[in-house]
């Protein structure tokens, strides 16, 4: 499966954005689905998951309540709404495909969108 992320883009501290993450290749519902991040100088961070039926998710302390995953497997998509950001948000953002949706270990994942940028200035 291939995956491209976009939405990315600057928003002042409170504010929100929607990343978008679309496949093309393989219909995601065969996916356990997440997003990642990376901030310069930092180590990729697992930030959310959502299963095959999205009937699960999973978020790392740092986004619980602010984030939310979903998909649309009718169309191949896994949005990840992000609320109340914060300057720490700021980073690449990756969509990921692959591995248990609940894992942080960012080698389970089998497929990687190109990622995104999210600046949040304070």
């Known amino acids: 499966v291939q995956l491209q992320a976009f939405g990315g883009g600057s928003v002042q501290a409170g504010g929100s954005l929607r990343l978008s993450c679309a496949a093309s290749?393989?219909?995601?519902?065969?996916?356990?689905m997440s997003w990642f991040r990376q901030a310069p100088g930092k180590e990729r961070e697992f930030v959310a998951g959502i299963s095959l039926s999205g009937g699960n998710t999973y978020y790392v302390d740092s986004v619980k309540g602010r984030f939310t995953i979903s998909r649309d497997n009718a169309k191949n998509t896994v949005d990840l709404q992000m609320n109340s950001l914060k300057s720490e948000d700021t980073a690449v953002y990756y969509c990921?495909?692959?591995?248990?949706?609940?894992?942080?270990?960012?080698?389970?994942?089998?497929?990687w969108g190109q990622g995104t940028l999210v600046t949040v200035s304070s």
């Open positions: 990921a495909g692959g591995g248990r949706y609940y894992s942080p270990r960012a080698e389970e994942r089998h497929a």
């Open positions: 290749g393989r219909t995601v519902s065969r996916y356990h």
